[in-house]
């Protein structure tokens, strides 16, 4: 590395880049203290970089795109060289179970995030039924372009502690996405970024509470690995608030593609009606508008009858009533996993780390006081 004002063009462009990427924007004058060269030069290479479509000059300074392509621009020269070693077309991999519904925007915010850092992208989609992705996921840790993988497995699967050994295994890199996992063998955590599922419960339970609802009930699917998470937050919270088991009951549904679906709802609400449960959280939006079109039909409606939360908020805005739903941060998920894996590869020694990213609650019009 050549001393602070002496680095090559490309190099000095390199950290310009990164600075931009980490910081979003600078200030010209900041950039040039950084780089101990003149503003005037500074200058000029965010010039080259406009051009290259890497930046967006603005009054004083200038700010990334972040869903340019640096290893396009500059002869290659933004590359994160020191990361991966220089490695020629070096690529990041996502491994998902589903690539309709919830992955897309997850997958789309990391795809940007990997290209601001000069990777290239591959997305892969498996299912949620796979007990074992190893045959998938060989010819992508083989790969020699490949520098990294983010990936979100089947950890409750009869196989899943084999093939977690067996990710931590590899050489390259992995961070796990909307899952957490400890190793039997050992207890260590493996790296990941997760939803806080928990919390997302707990602000849907406190915002049914406040509405003055006393009656509650978790409607979820069991299979989704967010369940557990879900129903830990909901029944916390609900003791927290001292509401007695009568008061927080919890059903469990097949997911609306399974058969048996409508004759679990019909058995559900009728529970619900005979509990007097005012205050619903149903995972996911799926299920959370069929019940809706299920109390319709027996003459309920919400909000006046029931009022809901939904969990996951893909389409819940869209149907009618808009749906109440707690909402995971998707684009943060995506961009925290790329986040992850580049300190990683910058640094493989360092300590694992499990980032918990908190979702938010949007109110609509599902939710109401209870009926008198």
Known sequence: MTPAGRELPDQRRAVIWDTLVRN???RIADLAGVLNVTPTTVRRDLALMEEAGLVERLHG???????????AGIEGSLTQAVAWNGRPGARLAM???????????????????ARSHGLQFLLRGGSYESVDERPTLRPIYDSPDCVGVIIAPNIDGPQAEEVLEWIHSQATPSVLVERQAVLTSTGLPLESVTTDFPLGAAMAVRHLLALGHRRLALVSTPTSPHAEGIATGFGQTCAEQGLTARQALAF???????????AA???VIDRLTTAGVTGLLVHSDREAMNLVQQLEARGLTVPQDISLVAYDDEVASLFSP????????????????????????????RTVHRVLISPELFVRDSTAPPPD
Do not use: C, H, K
């Not at 491994?95 to 309709?100: E, H, M």
């Not at 469990?252 to 409508?262: E, H, L, S, V, Y």
């Not at 808009?322 to 020694?349: D, H, K, N």
């Open 252 to 262: 469990d549904i097949p997911d609306n593609r399974q058969a048996g679906f409508t």
């Open 61 to 71: 300074g200038a700010r990334a795109i972040v869903t340019a392509d640096p290893a």
């Open 24 to 26: 979003g924007s600078s």
């Open 265 to 267: 709802l019909e058995e």
């Open 95 to 113: 491994f998902v179970p589903a690539l309709d519904f919830y992955w897309p925007t997850v997958a789309r915010s990391a795809e940007a995030m």
């Open 322 to 349: 808009a749906l109440t739903a707690v909402r995971p941060a998707r684009e943060s998920i995506g961009q925290t996993a790329v986040a992850l894996m580049v300190a990683r590869l910058a640094e493989p020694a």
